[in-house]
């Protein structure tokens, strides 16, 4: 049985007898203002078929697809002017309707037109007006440009006075390079700043590609040494960077311009002069020629790093000099930098001059052509070149030097200190400068062991509390070392353990003692002693140790 199609359901409403339904449908749209609707011929008089439409498909064009036949184009839909659609019960007869559909288009055809013209002149105001507030929006961006500029030329140390340090090219320094050395693991020692790992960083790759292309006896030049640096850092590197390591590590590298270098680029020309880089090594025993193997590249890494750390010691001294009243440190002592010394806020390097390539001379004042050609030139042009040279004379030069300026006063107490005794300052001031003292030249053993002391009094009450809940008079040091592990509160290892329980046995043998029985390290505890002087013991023997 064929399926009903829904487009049968106009068919059975109307009066009279039932036609057959037709597959075709009426294409709808809406009429344009420059082509009128085609009229439909009128049909014979006493028909009762209605007429076919021009735009209806013919028996030779196939129907389109019956899931578009629901669809209504959406001017037909929403235009309260359009036909009505066909086969509908208030237009029954087709002569009437083809009619009125020709009168509706005849007087929809000038309010198309009219309505086609109306978006154009909306849209013209509309340019005209974002057109005149982009000028204004540019005219404003201009004036703050302006007054910004004149703002950073009356203030040019502005970056300067809020305390971030300033890059190379004048920005302002990352936070993670100014803060660098805060969020290096493991305990503090002589760091090195984030610019001088950089340039160290820099330095070993650049000796690995020039010891590459040495030891093959190939022109080391310095657009082959950049690219492989650039490469393998993932950095910008400069002529700048190469005389920073010049600057730091002299004996490294001699430097030369040469010409006549054999290059693979049409952007450098065998006769321009090129950086050559050559490095500087011992003559070996058997009189062959050097070779920069992976020793001798691990030598040159730790000469360079110790400079580094050179220099930054000499900044360090220079701030123990500065500080009131000034530290002295033994540099064999000095395990690390200064509390108050900032690491990152470092000077960086001055670059080394490199060879230039040589340049023409060139004659380009008066003074000069005076000075080469005077013996050439009669007396009377020479006083008129002298003259001349007179006049074009930078007047800067001719100027007094500007006065010296006054020195800065000394600082003044701060005035919360108004009224305190200087003797009492000057005390305080010695202890806090004893204290970091201490503190600078303290050894990483000695470090880890006051750690371990400020540790021992919660592990004291920690083990006391394992004993008291396991009910034994002694326990395995392996046992015991677990439960500590599980009762502390920060992550450690049960080998780490193990010592602090060692030290606590050392400093307080009266009431914890180890005894070695067999393979097993048993732990005897004295329960019936006071906890609260036990840990006020231990506060004591780590704030003497610290002391030290």
């Not at 340019?127 to 004149?150: D, F, I």
């Not at 203030?155 to 920005?171: D, M, R, V």
């Not at 950095?235 to 490294?252: C, D, H, L, M, W």
């Not at 505890?525 to 002391?547: F, M, P, V």
């Amino acid at each position: 049985m064929a399926q009903r199609r829904l487009t049968d359901f106009f068919a059975r409403c109307r009066p009279g007898p039932r036609a057959a339904p037709s597959r075709d449908k009426l294409a709808w749209r809406t009429p344009s203002p420059a082509k009128p609707a085609p009229r439909a011929p009128a049909p014979a008089p006493g028909s009762r078929k209605r007429a076919r439409s021009p735009a209806e498909p013919t028996h030779d064009q196939p129907a389109p697809p019956a899931r578009r036949r629901l669809r209504l184009p959406a001017e037909a839909v929403s235009s309260p002017s359009s036909p009505a659609v066909p086969g509908s019960p208030e237009h029954s007869s087709p002569g009437k309707k083809t009619k009125k559909a020709a009168i509706s288009a005849d007087q929809l055809s000038p309010l198309a037109a009219e309505e086609d013209k109306v978006p154009s002149k909306v849209t013209f105001s509309e340019l005209k007006s974002c057109l005149q507030r982009a000028r204004e929006l540019g005219a404003r961006v201009q004036e703050l440009r302006t007054s910004a500029q004149r703002k950073d030329a009356e203030e040019p140390s502005a970056p300067e006075a809020e305390g971030h340090p300033l890059g190379p090219c004048g920005e302002k320094v990352p936070a993670y390079q100014r803060f660098h050395t805060l969020a290096q693991p493991g305990p503090p020692g002589l760091v090195l700043p984030y610019k001088y790992l950089v340039l160290a960083e820099m330095f070993r790759s650049m000796d690995t590609i020039v010891g590459m292309l040495y030891n093959r006896s190939e022109t080391v030049t310095f657009a082959k040494v950049k690219q492989g640096v650039q490469d393998m850092m993932r950095k910008r590197f400069e002529e700048r960077n190469v005389g920073q390591i010049k600057t730091v590590y002299p004996a490294s590298y001699r430097f030369r311009q040469e010409r006549d270098v054999p290059t693979f680029k049409d952007s450098i020309k065998k006769s321009d002069y090129q950086l050559t880089i050559e490095p500087l090594l011992e003559q070996e025993a058997g009189g062959a020629a050097p070779q920069l193997t992976a020793s001798r590249l691990l030598q040159r890494r730790q000469v360079f790093s110790q400079n580094l750390v050179e220099r930054v010691r000499e900044h360090h001294r220079a701030f123990l000099a500065s500080l009131h009243p000034p530290v002295v440190v033994p540099e064999d002592q000095l395990m690390r930098w200064h509390p108050h010394f900032n690491v990152d806020e470092v000077p960086d390097i001055e670059p080394a001059e490199l060879p230039r390539p040589p340049t023409m001379e060139k004659l380009a004042t008066a003074q000069e052509v005076l000075a080469r050609a005077r013996s050439l030139m009669s007396p009377r042009m020479e006083k008129a070149l002298s003259d001349l040279a007179l006049r074009t004379a930078d007047p800067s030069s001719l100027r007094s030097p500007s006065p010296a300026l006054p020195a800065t006063p000394p600082a003044t107490p701060p005035t919360a200190l108004k009224g305190v005794s200087q003797a009492l300052l000057e005390r305080i001031r010695a202890k806090e400068v004893q204290k970091q003292l201490a503190q600078m030249t303290r050894r990483p053993e000695q470090e880890q062991r006051l750690q371990r002391l400020e540790r021992l009094p919660e592990l004291a009450r920690v083990l006391r509390s394992v004993f008291v809940s396991e009910r034994k008079p002694a326990l395995t040091m392996e046992v015991a070392c677990a439960r500590m592990v599980g009762s502390y509160r920060a992550a450690m290892s049960p080998g780490e353990m193990e010592k602090h329980v060692q030290l606590l046995s050392e400093l307080l043998p009266d009431w914890l003692s180890l005894h070695r029985i067999r393979t097993d390290t048993y732990i005897k505890l004295d329960k019936a002693a006071d906890l609260s002087g036990i840990t006020a013991r231990l506060a004591r023997l780590a704030h003497a140790e610290a002391a030290l």
